[in-house]
């Protein structure tokens, strides 16, 4: 069982959006800016798309946003192409007493 | 452009030790900037970190897993290792090192995985 809370599939259309939840606690996404998002295609290493909250590396699509309400976090992906279909999943610093890394349990995105 | 890239055996019989290295290219496993790290994901399933490193051999380790962990760094081989003591089955996974940035923890480079199988 996760830490992190996330819906385990969400679908799309080409071309429209979906987005993905995040829910943590007080004491993690709550608290703290330190939420990251990471796609990882079947196979493949976890690639990151979002940091920061709403930050993205370079080269990664402005098609990809995130933000943050509270204990949840949210990854939005806008224009979807099949190319996205993929697991997603969110990760933030958990730390109160000590420095501890907390993964989501992941979803899988299917764009129909 | 960093690389990081796990070696280790594939197969680690139960009750014995697993042992990992990640050797970083392409740039200084040395410096403060970053942290490295160790997760985890067994087949099928989310992904678990396990712990990380800073190069000052300060460590943070998964509380699920701290009795068992053991993570080291080699600045002359530019490598960092893992060490998983007494495994059982559950620890079967495909371990992923990545480096992390230490202004927003985010992890920005992960090594391609290597699978771990424990059986006898």
């Known amino acids: 069982q996760s830490v992190l809370t996330q819906p385990r599939s969400v679908s799309g259309s080409p071309g429209h959006s979906v987005t993905i939840s995040c829910t943590g606690t007080?004491?993690?996404?709550?608290?703290?800016?330190?939420v990251s998002w990471y796609q990882q295609h079947p196979g493949k290493a976890p690639k990151l798309m979002i940091f920061?909250?709403?930050e993205r590396p370079s080269g990664v699509p402005g098609r990809f946003s995130g933000s943050k309400s509270g204990n949840t976090a949210s990854l939005t992906i806008s224009g979807l192409r099949p190319e996205d279909e993929a697991d997603y999943y969110c990760?933030?610093?958990?730390?109160?007493?000590?420095?501890?890394?907390?993964f989501g349990g992941g979803t899988k995105l299917t764009v129909l | 452009q960093v690389q990081l890239q796990e070696s280790g055996p594939g197969l680690v019989k139960p009750s014995q030790t697993l042992s990992l290295t990640c050797t970083v290219s392409?740039?200084?496993?040395?410096?403060?900037?970053?942290?490295w790290s160790w997760i985890r994901q067994p087949a099928g399933k989310g992904l678990e970190w396990i712990g990380h490193?800073?190069?000052?051999?300060?460590?943070n380790y998964n509380p699920s897993l701290k009795s068992r962990v053991t993570l080291s760094v080699d600045t002359s081989k530019n490598q960092f290792s893992l060490r998983l003591s007494s495994v059982t089955a559950a620890d079967t996974a495909v371990y992923y090192c990545?480096?992390?940035?230490?202004?927003?923890?985010?992890?920005?480079?992960w090594g391609q995985g290597t699978l771990v199988t424990v059986s006898s």
């Open positions: 990545a480096r992390g940035d230490s202004l927003w923890l985010q992890l920005d480079y």
């Open positions: 392409g740039g200084s496993i040395s410096s403060a900037s970053y942290y």
């Open positions: 490193i800073y190069i000052s051999g300060s460590t």
């Open positions: 007080s004491s993690d996404i709550g608290v703290y800016n330190y």
């Open positions: 990760c933030s610093y958990g730390g109160t007493y000590t420095f501890s890394v907390l």
């Open positions: 920061n909250v709403s």
